[in-house]
């Protein structure tokens, strides 16, 4: 098993990786971070130009049980599982991707 | 008849011929010279009529439609004056050029030549550098293409401003030096022919041709071979001449001298296939022979417009920069690529362990 989790973190791209840092960060400030917020920062940063591409990104995730997608009102939030965890830190490890910021974390 | 264009045109026309007609755009200019025949070349701003054309030569272009019919009128045949820096002289001519330029043929009698003085690139404003790399580029060369000019001769002011001389000697100068040249007919007609012949029919006729003319003039020794000292005494006051296509010549030996002299001059230019038109006189004066020769040669606009480049060029990098220092207070930037990547590194490191620090304290490690 730790080599199928092995190659799921290899399968990850910067996008995923930017998705689970800006989830960790506002976690860590107890703000909600949700598909929206998440479209438009890949958007600014030119990573994606679609909304499609952006729920691509977040489903990936949420299908290896990287995140936890929950409805809350009218959004859905987005929060890291301890998988998630585990394949970021085995991204930053590795030092595979730059971070980048998050706008709606700066606000 | 002989006309000068703009200030420096003028003034150069007037002290050749004391008779001339002198244009300008300001009449303040035109009165500064006792000229009998005066035009003046109507342009109106807003304010009434110029007084000056800034350096414009686009001002001049204007002015010339004023002038247009008159001007045409009294060229025909005769000498321009101009210079190709300033906004009066490098506009008008310049039209004039065009006009030229347009018109099917201009029989030989009727052909213009023209006396333009170029600025000395080192040292004179960058302005003038540029409208003169406009005026060889466009116009004259386009006119030279036509065939429907004279002469041209291209004096420059290089020699005023290496020896500091002062306008009035330099100009001077540069005209005793013309009038040496263009005396040939008239001393072949006064003094006594001995061999040749050149008179003011084939004066006229060398003058109506289409080329860059650079003339000279020294005491000739028969014992130094001609082109050793023809090199040596190049007119400093023109452009130095290329391989000539066609030349004119003539030899004044003193009472008694030798009048077979000439023969190593034609042999001189027989090995460039040039054939040139000669008058050999005897002129009692003279204790010396003294030769004056004029070399007709093509010469390439866009050469001369790339040695004006790249002194324009130099001129405009030390325009910016004087500009920079002047009005932007850019601090030194020094940037140690060693440092900024430590610091880049540094800062990447750090990121990556406030995130796993993050997990942690979120209890997702």
């Known amino acids: 098993m730790e080599q199928l989790f092995k190659d799921q973190v290899d399968g990850l791209q910067e996008a995923h990786f930017l998705v689970l840092y800006w989830v960790t960060t506002a976690e860590d400030r107890k703000l909600r971070y949700n598909i929206t917020n998440c479209f438009d920062d890949l958007k600014s940063l030119r990573i994606t130009r679609t909304k499609q591409t952006a729920a691509a990104v977040v489903e990936a995730l ?3 049980r990287f995140i936890d997608v929950r409805d809350e009102g009218n959004r859905r939030n987005i929060y890291i599982t301890a998988y998630g965890a585990r394949a970021l830190e085995a991204l930053v490890l590795r030092r595979a991707f730059a971070v980048k910021k998050s706008a709606f974390l700066e606000v | 008849m002989t006309m000068g264009i703009g200030g420096a045109g003028s003034k150069l026309a007037f002290l050749y011929d004391g008779e001339a007609t002198i244009v300008n755009v300001s ?11 005066r035009i003046l070349a109507v342009v109106h701003s807003a304010t009434g009529q110029l007084r000056g054309s800034r350096k414009n030569p686009q001002i001049g272009r204007e002015a010339f439609l004023s002038i247009k019919r008159e001007m045409l009128a009294q060229i025909c045949g005769n000498l321009v004056f101009s210079s190709t820096g300033g906004g009066t002289g490098n506009g008008i ?9 347009h018109r099917e043929t201009v029989p030989a009698g009727e052909k213009t030549a023209f006396v ?3 600025p000395y690139a080192k040292l004179e404003p960058a302005e003038f550098i540029d409208n003169t790399i406009g005026f060889l580029r466009g116009p004259l060369s386009q006119a030279i293409d036509s065939g429907n000019t004279g002469n041209i001769f291209l004096f420059t002011n290089r020699l005023k401003f290496e020896s500091k001389l002062s306008e009035q000697d330099y100009n001077a100068a540069l005209i005793e030096s013309l009038k040496v040249f263009m005396a040939i007919p008239r001393k072949g007609e006064s003094f006594r022919l001995l061999d040749g012949h050149v008179d003011y029919e084939d004066f006229d006729l060398y ?3 289409p080329y860059f003319n650079h003339f000279t003039y020294f005491h000739y020794d028969p014992e130094v071979d001609f082109q050793k000292q023809l090199e040596a005494n190049l007119n400093p006051y023109l452009l130095p001449p290329e391989k000539p296509i066609e030349a004119l010549f003539l030899l004044e030996v003193p009472a008694g001298g030798d009048p077979t002299l000439f023969y190593d001059i034609l042999s001189h230019f027989a090995k460039d296939n040039v054939t040139p038109v000669y008058s050999v006189v005897e002129n009692p004066e003279l204790d010396k022979p003294f030769v004056t020769v004029s070399l007709l040669y093509s010469r390439k606009p866009a050469e001369l417009v790339d040695d004006f480049n790249r002194v324009s060029h130099a001129h405009t990098q030390a325009k910016v920069r004087k500009s920079l220092e002047q009005h932007v207070p850019l601090p030194v930037l020094r940037v140690s690529l060693e440092s900024e990547a430590k610091r880049q590194g540094k800062q990447q490191g750090a990121d990556e362990a406030e ?5 942690r304290r979120l209890g997702k490690l």
């Not at chain 2, 001519?93 to 330029?101: C, G, N, P, V, Y």
């Not at chain 2, 995130?355 to 997990?359: A, K, N, R, S, Y």
Request: cysteine-free.
């Open chain 2, 27 to 37: 009449e303040a200019e035109l009165s500064k010279l006792p000229a009998k025949n």
């Open chain 2, 355 to 359: 995130i796993l620090t993050v997990l």
């Open chain 2, 207 to 209: 003058l109506s041709k």
């Open chain 2, 116 to 118: 333009l003085l170029l």
């Open chain 2, 93 to 101: 001519t310049a039209s004039l050029l065009d006009d030229l330029a």
């Open chain 1, 62 to 64: 949420r299908a290896l």
